[in-house]
């Protein structure tokens, strides 16, 4: 089967969008660290829009420690097939991505984000990318940052983690005489903007305080909430994509019609008009990423530990299953909803009522397994902040200790039967996992929270409800 690229881009049939601007003419505008699917799926289709208008905005990809998307979009010229699951799936070429970099070519990327046109630099790296410990700042006990603690203020140190590559490349673009720019994370973080500014000052301070300086100078880290469910690719969809394009694409990406993304408005020179994409610019991003991050993605690790514990296999099956749904539900509009401030304009209870339906959607095959990856560095948004606040408000975290004690019996599970789990904290959450209690007291996750007497005896609740087959505590 003929393979996608710029060359045949001409075969795709009519009813699939394509890039309508002279990708020639596209300069990059954007080094985007991780792109992986939700950025593919996401923050490139919002540029792929934006290019049609101006052509400064092109990306290029950085995958530090995998040559998988270089490989994949390599011989496509960069070009990948997006599939919109909505109730009739649409398909559309972006081509928003110019070229991948890998770890190999570490000139390469440090020539990248000291260019000239390099205006953005942004982020989707998971949460473990960005090295912090359960306090929300740099953890200088982490393997890959005591490796950059002793990284020199210089063109030739070769980083290991993210953090040290934005220290080393905003310090080439200072040493060359070049403007400061915007960086921005589009991660599921709180505060992920200024954390990272944080993370990255805190490394810069050790090894180049000069680039520090500057960087509290010239460059601004906006906090951003993106939301678009993205289920991992699998072969189906590759042949999906090929029956319906008629071209071989190595790596589609899918996701759900409805995406979001609020952006922080401070940028440090000029704002791309991502507007023309549907971007939202917000004085205050925190209040829109407090209701996403607790009630989605809370409710979705919810779904996925229970739901797993309970036989299910994908988010939508999960959502079929009437006690669970009906449990979750409760727990977003009882439990956690008093604690997320609503963004100006937004209706709480619709929103939920919003975000169970996308869920519902039977469109979207999300394996509950892909959610359930690292653990140890969602729940600690997700769920903890929420269970800390209800404590200190003094309201019941009898439902909120459910979705912990069902993490903490999924980790049960993997050790008894010797399944691996994808974690960076795997070893220890493993060796571990037989006694709950040993995880519940581990501050990397769980903070001084782990010490609480009344989440400990909530979660001895819930686990043993858990186990007797019941969702709920009485
Ligand atoms: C999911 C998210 O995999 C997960 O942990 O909860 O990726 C979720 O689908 C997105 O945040 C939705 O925007």
Avoid at 184 to 196: A, H, I, V, Y
Avoid at 370 to 393: F, H, M
Avoid at 402 to 415: D, M, N
Avoid at 433 to 450: C, E, I, Q
Wanted: glycine share 8%; proline share 5%; charged share 20%.
């Amino acid at each position: 089967m003929t393979r996608l690229s710029p060359e045949t881009l001409a075969l795709l049939p009519g009813d699939v969008a394509r890039p309508t601007y002279d990708r020639g003419a596209m300069r990059a505008g954007v080094v985007h660290f991780g792109p992986g699917a939700f950025h593919r799926a996401h923050q490139a289709a919002a540029f792929d829009t934006l290019l049609a208008h101006d052509p400064r905005w092109g990306i290029t990809g950085v995958s530090l420690h995998s040559q998988g998307v270089a490989q994949a979009l390599g011989p496509q010229g960069g070009l990948y097939t997006l599939a919109l699951l909505d109730r009739q799936t649409r398909y559309r070429v972006i081509g928003s991505i110019g070229q991948v970099l890998t770890g190999k070519a570490p000139q390469a990327i440090l020539g990248a984000m000291a260019h000239a046109d390099t205006r953005i630099i942004s982020a989707t790296v998971t949460e473990k990318g960005y090295c912090l410990g359960a306090d929300g700042a740099l953890d200088t006990t982490h393997p890959a940052i005591t490796a950059d603690l002793t990284g020199a203020g210089n063109d030739s140190w070769v980083p290991q983690s993210f953090i040290g590559w934005l220290v080393q490349g905003l310090g080439a673009r200072r040493r060359a005489g070049l403007p400061g720019l915007t960086v921005l994370s589009c991660d599921n973080l709180t505060d992920n903007g200024r954390k990272l500014e944080a993370a990255t000052l805190a490394l810069a301070q050790q090894v180049d305080p000069q680039t520090a300086a500057w960087i509290v100078d010239q460059v601004c880290f906006p906090n951003a909430m993106v939301d678009s469910i993205t289920p991992a690719t699998d072969d189906a969809l590759r042949a999906q994509v090929a029956a319906a394009t008629g071209l071989e694409d190595a790596w589609p990406i899918q996701r759900e019609g409805f995406t979001q993304w609020v952006i922080e408005d401070r940028f440090a020179g000029e704002r791309p008009a991502l507007d023309l994409a549907g971007v939202t610019f917000a004085a205050d991003v925190r209040p829109f990423e407090m209701a996403k991050l607790r009630l989605l993605n809370g409710a979705h690790s919810t779904l996925a530990y229970v739901g797993l514990g309970l036989g299910h296999e994908t988010v939508a099956q999960a959502m079929q299953d009437a006690a669970l749904a009906r449990f979750v539900e409760r727990l977003m509009r009882e439990d956690i909803a008093p604690s997320v401030m609503a963004p100006p304009g937004l209706d709480l209870s619709r929103y939920i009522a919003d975000v169970l339906a996308r869920f519902a959607n039977p469109a979207i095959r999300h394996l509950l397994s892909q959610i359930a990856w690292d653990g140890s560095q969602k729940l600690p948004y997700r769920l903890l902040g929420t269970v800390r606040e209800a404590l200190e408000a003094g309201r019941p975290i009898t439902r909120l200790a459910v979705p912990i004690a069902a993490w903490l019996r999924f980790l049960e599970r993997a050790a008894r039967s010797g399944t691996a789990i994808t974690d960076p904290l795997a070893a220890d959450l493993l060796a571990r996992a037989s006694d709950w209690r040993a995880v519940l007291a581990m501050p990397a996750v769980f903070g001084t929270l782990g010490q609480d007497a009344q989440l400990f005896d909530a979660v001895a609740k819930a686990h043993a409800a858990l186990a007797a087959g019941q969702l709920e505590p009485v």
